[in-house]
């Protein structure tokens, strides 16, 4: 197909499972679309084993907004940082994740074995937004050590900090999860110190409702692999 000749391209391939075509695949829908690609990945371990005639909607929202439509009733469950001050859900922590330092693996900084806060006084750095989970975090981090950082960009998205850092923009402040997961090749993460921040990853239910016998095996298969990338 030429270059930008459809309008938008949609796509149902699980390209979790297929490594070696990943990003020229990636390259190829990129290259056809005029405006959009829609990409829906299947739960390939759902799709083997589960029920084929069930309906699951997946839903990517702040940690807040989590919370909120778990308490709503308009999902059953959620998969976010561990949230405060929510008396009416129920939360089943499930892994931690330190917060560490993000950065290309040709960066000085990449070498070392640990950085302390104060050491990032200079470095460019790119910040998560406020709605994330981790943003109050590394506010009391950088308020404990005094620092005055030089913040070059700002992102809503911990996923689009680390696409940023690869991108040779800057550094990040992120959990070791998140560069874990995106699997970036040219990525290094380096654990900060004084003070060492973590993040609790939790599974988000309303109390007292059980989860239906579907939500209950989408929630295992969650947990499992979760779990698995700790």
């Excluded at 490594?19 to 959009?36: C, G, M, N, T």
């Excluded at 759902?46 to 069930?54: F, V």
């Excluded at 892994?95 to 990449?110: Q, R």
């Excluded at 993040?199 to 929630?219: E, H, K, Q």
Aim: contains cysteine; glycine residues 4%; hydrophobic residues 45%.
């Amino acid at each position: 197909l030429p270059d930008k000749s459809v309008d938008m391209v949609f796509t149902v391939l699980a390209l979790e499972q297929m490594d070696r075509i990943r990003e020229s695949a990636l390259r190829e829908l990129a290259r056809v679309a005029r405006r959009h690609v829609v990409m829906i990945e299947p739960f390939r371990e759902w799709n083997a084993d589960g029920p084929r005639r069930e309906f699951i909607r997946r839903y990517d929202y702040w940690s807040a907004a989590i919370a909120d439509l778990v308490g709503s009733g308009d999902v059953e469950f959620g998969l976010s940082v561990v949230p405060t001050n929510r008396w009416d859900l129920h939360v089943e922590t499930i892994s931690e994740a330190p917060l560490t330092l993000a950065c290309p693996a040709n960066h000085p900084l990449s070498k070392r074995r640990s950085v302390s806060w104060s050491e990032l006084r200079s470095a460019p750095l790119i910040r998560v937004g406020a709605k994330t989970a981790i943003r109050p975090m590394i506010d009391d981090a950088v308020n404990a050590a005094r620092l005055d950082p030089n913040w070059q960009y700002e992102v809503q998205h911990v996923e689009t900090a680390v696409y940023l850092v690869e991108a040779g923009l800057g550094l990040a402040i992120v959990p070791s999860i998140d560069v874990k997961l995106h699997h970036g090749k040219s990525l290094i993460t380096v654990p900060l110190r004084t003070p060492k921040v973590v993040c609790s990853y939790g599974l988000v239910t309303r109390r007292g409702m059980p989860l239906s016998p579907t939500a209950a095996l989408v929630r295992d298969l969650l947990v499992q692999e979760l779990k698995g990338q700790a």
